[in-house]
């Protein structure tokens, strides 16, 4: 994956679910993949685009709520203001 976005610096399912929900109203005919369940409990959501795959973690190894995508989210999306660029 080429680019990566924080979303918060600790544990949210509230966080996790928030950001799936914010991603589907910015890209409504993404396609969404069954949620993955980790055996920690982290939780992982696969959607797939035009310009390519978004990937929405809640990760319990990691510590950490953040997306990894194909493509940069454009400047003018409101996704900017949950989803934080960090590469």
Same mark, same amino acid.
């Given at each position: /994956? ?10 949210? +399912? #509230?966080?996790?679910? /928030?950001?799936?929900? %914010? ?5 409504? !005919?993404?396609?969404?993949?069954? /949620?993955? @369940?980790? =055996?920690?409990?982290?939780? &992982?959501?696969?959607?797939? !685009?035009?310009?390519?795959? /978004? @990937?929405?973690?809640?990760?319990? #190894? =990691?510590?950490? =709520?953040?997306?990894?995508? #194909?493509?940069? &989210? +454009? %400047? ?9 660029? &960090?590469?």
């Amino acid at each position: /994956m080429k680019y990566k976005y924080n979303i918060k610096t600790y544990n949210s +399912p #509230d966080a996790f679910r /928030m950001a799936c929900m %914010e991603f589907e109203k910015e890209y409504p !005919t993404a396609k969404k993949n069954e /949620m993955l @369940v980790d =055996v920690d409990g982290s939780t &992982i959501q696969v959607y797939a !685009t035009d310009e390519g795959e /978004m @990937v929405i973690f809640d990760d319990y #190894d =990691v510590g950490a =709520v953040f997306a990894n995508a #194909d493509f940069l &989210i +454009p %400047e003018t999306s409101k996704l900017n203001d949950l989803f934080v660029l &960090i590469n």
